[in-house]
């Protein structure tokens, strides 16, 4: 059965320093999400990825955020300069426009930041 | 108004009962309400989802009941077992390709 996948499992970083995390989304799957989850929390949207550009950003997704699909298959976010609060489960998510919006979660990183 | 809330934050339940969780929305422009089922340390997991043209949906153990009018759905996890011990979160979306909206979570534990 096709998954998400994500790398790395678990990263952990300095304040201030950038973080790359990546995601291999389902195959045939045109949309394309990050989430995050601080610990004990519920799911937060941070972004939605669709047709090479971004469709939807939240509050969280400032500045120091971006993603990128830079070939057929990876998807990644990236965070320029990490701040403590941005310590949480990180999750991609891909979606096929021809279901029912039905949204598949890779197992997540955990990004923690010191 | 994007608001999905969730109850209880906490369930404890015998081995074989019914586990119910309950949700409730505000944006009548949801028409995707899906459950998913999240492990610690784990990804969230689609358990199963309903659109608003029916009233209830059951897939093996598992049932989503709707209430249009009352803007309300729910999980009922019949015959309850020590391995559906999880935390469990609602959502909700519309159209396609559009964010989740999640509950804040419901932490499952059932007692063998």
């Known amino acids: 059965e096709p998954e998400v996948t994500q790398t790395p499992s678990h990263q952990v970083t300095q304040m201030g320093q950038e973080v790359i995390l990546r995601c291999v989304p389902i195959?045939?799957?045109?949309?394309f999400y990050w989430y995050r989850q601080i610990l004990g929390q519920k799911v937060e949207f941070l972004v939605s990825?669709?047709?090479?550009?971004?469709?939807?950003k939240s509050e969280i997704f400032d500045d120091q955020f971006s993603v990128e699909r830079p070939d057929g298959s990876n998807f990644t976010l990236k965070i320029r300069s990490t701040k403590l609060e941005d310590s949480a489960m990180y999750f991609c998510?891909?979606?096929?426009?021809?279901?029912?919006?039905?949204?598949?979660f890779g197992p997540g990183t955990r990004l923690t930041v010191t | 108004q994007q608001q999905v809330k969730q109850s209880p934050q906490s369930l404890i339940v015998q081995k074989g009962g019914i586990s119910i969780i309950n949700c409730a929305y505000e944006?009548?422009?949801?028409?995707?309400f899906p459950w998913y089922q999240q492990f610690p340390g784990k990804g969230p997991a689609l358990l199963i989802a309903?659109?608003?043209d029916v009233s209830e949906k059951k897939e093996g153990r598992f049932t989503i009941s709707f209430n249009k009018s009352a803007k309300q759905f729910s999980l009922h996890i019949m015959d309850s077992q020590p391995g559906d011990s999880a935390t469990y979160f609602c959502?909700?979306?519309w159209g396609y390709g559009n964010k989740l909206v999640f509950g804040a979570g419901t932490i499952l534990r059932v007692k063998s």
């Open positions: 998510a891909s979606s096929a426009r021809e279901t029912s919006n039905e949204q598949y």
């Open positions: 195959s045939n799957h045109l949309y």
């Open positions: 990825f669709y047709n090479n550009e971004i469709s939807e």
């Open positions: 944006n009548t422009a949801f028409d995707y």
């Open positions: 309903i659109r608003p």
């Open positions: 959502a909700a979306s």
